[in-house]
DNA sequence: CCCTGATGGTCAAGCGCCTTGACCATTGCG
DNA sequence: CGCAATGGTCAAGGCGCTTGACCATCAGGG
């Protein structure tokens, strides 16, 4: 393989970690701004599949990548802080229905506020039509599998 | 804040920590399958920073963000497997020169590799010339910091 | 020329988040 | 009805990282 094309290969890859990396320690920054402490990107993650409609722990664990005792401990994390509520479900009697709280939806608008912040940011560097397009790309590139990182 | 703005600057970091998830998983996925198998993302980035002139574990930590005992870690492992070697530091005997193997600079290249076969079969979904935009795009925001991502 | 603070490195202990493995309750299909 | 499949939990363990303490060496000012 011609090793000028590795060259931008790794070129890409290193400048879509870094800073994905980047926009992960902003979101994170703003949101304890805000007054939401103790929150990792993972909690973002599961408050994005909850949202619209809540959900169980192992719809929330394939989510996430992870087995359902890793979501049902951070769904248990997330309880304790008053986050989300267990109930039961309305259609199966094994499954609990997981749901957003009032103060998860609050949380859940910070994180939004804190990303169109560091997106607004980044808007402002390389212009706002860039940035239809690279969301567009990106898009794009991340169809198929889980959302939370491996590394 | 303008709701919509706010759903604007959602997708764009979902995508953007999306597709560097795929990203990786991607690199992983080529490297293992060219026979270095057990290595984790975050060795392909100690290999980056070792890979022009070798340094130091103290240098290395900086790098990758963690503590200099994390990074000392890392090294052992790699150290145990083959891919780097310790040696005396030509002008500080406090430190230690880490350098790479040769088995460490053919890990490298099939880093490299995995990574331009990433960004290929992502080049060849949304076009060459918009790679280039992308890249330069995501450099501008991967600026400062640590390469490391913290989630 | 030393003394002293800064720096590179290591040892030890602990912790957070995740995994594997086993198990129970409920479901829904043959 | 019977039984594999599915949702959930309990228990134990591990891996990678952190904090804290420590030693060896460096470097600059008295």
Known sequence: MDP???EDGVGL???????AARMAERIDEGVARRGFS???????FAF????PAGGTVTGLAAHLGVTKQAAAQLVDELEAKGYVRRGPHPRDARARLVELTEAGRACTRAAEEAAAEA???WSEAIGAD??????RDLERM????P???TW
Chains 1, 2 share one sequence.
Request: proline content about 5%; cysteine-free.
């Open 4 to 6: 000028s094309t590795n």
């Open 13 to 19: 890859a290193f400048a879509l970690l870094a800073s």
């Open 38 to 44: 103790g929150l990792r990107p993972t909690h973002g």
């Open 48 to 51: 994005a599949y909850l949202a």
């Open 119 to 121: 997106a607004g940011a």
């Open 130 to 135: 860039r940035m239809a397009l690279l969301r």
């Open 142 to 145: 991340a169809e198929g599998g």
């Open 147 to 149: 959302i939370r990182p």
